[in-house]
């Protein structure tokens, strides 16, 4: 039979304990509503595309719920490594500068467009990756909400918004290189000088204007596509 002490004891370790799980329940609540508070006011409530770094006080108020904004922050990590940086190096060596380089640029042309297949499939890996670590973080009611939005705004828009400028990419290069072939090809029918063509065959005319009316509107999609990525990163 247990003694009153043994059993005064027992019941001190069971309240001891009860206590313990109050207190880390207690800390898990203080570590989400941080959390919370972080994404509304640094996240959701600024105009356009921010994802700040936080402070290594405000990571460690965060307590386990850090990692589910390491989610985010590797995303836009290797978006830049992989994808953004990459596209600029891209988009200068595939440059428009004048039709007379276009045929001695081929080769740079080709190179630009081939690159873009490597962007595509970069993106494609850091959205499904970032999608997947998403898809298996388990939240509250009240921080799934609010992480999702920023999850959207951080991740998902950026990603599908970026997405749209390769297909114009595309057509673009392809114009490019098929006035390029176009100008070798008539090369002993058409002078460039400078900005100034001159064509003696007319056919040949009508046919390079067509070609050049069409590299026009492709280039008019490329900007639409970047001032909707502008709109994304600066916000309206």
Known sequence: MRTFIQRLG?????????????ACGNKEAEQRKAFISFLQTRVLDKPGL??????AEEKASFGDYAQHYAVITDFNEGMNKSVSQPMTQIMAKGALRSIADLPAR??????????????????????AKADAAHAQLK????????????????????????????????????????????????KSKIQISGSSVAVTDPAVQAELNKMLQQLNGQSAAINAA???????VRGG
């Open 226 to 232: 970047q001032q909707k990525m502008q709109a994304v």
């Open 50 to 55: 921010r994802v700040p770094v936080p402070t």
């Open 106 to 127: 081929r080769d740079d042309l080709k190179a630009a467009k081939d690159g873009l297949t490597g962007l595509r499939t970069a993106l494609d890996q850091q959205s």
């Open 139 to 186: 939240q509250p009611d009240d921080l799934k909400q609010v992480y999702d939005k920023a999850f959207e705004k951080t991740v998902t828009t950026p990603s599908a918004t970026f997405k749209e400028v390769f297909p114009a990419l595309d057509k673009v290069f392809d114009s490019a290189l098929a006035i390029g072939d176009f100008l070798e090809k008539n």
């Open 10 to 22: 027992a019941m001190t370790l069971l309240v001891a304990f009860s206590l313990a799980l109050v």
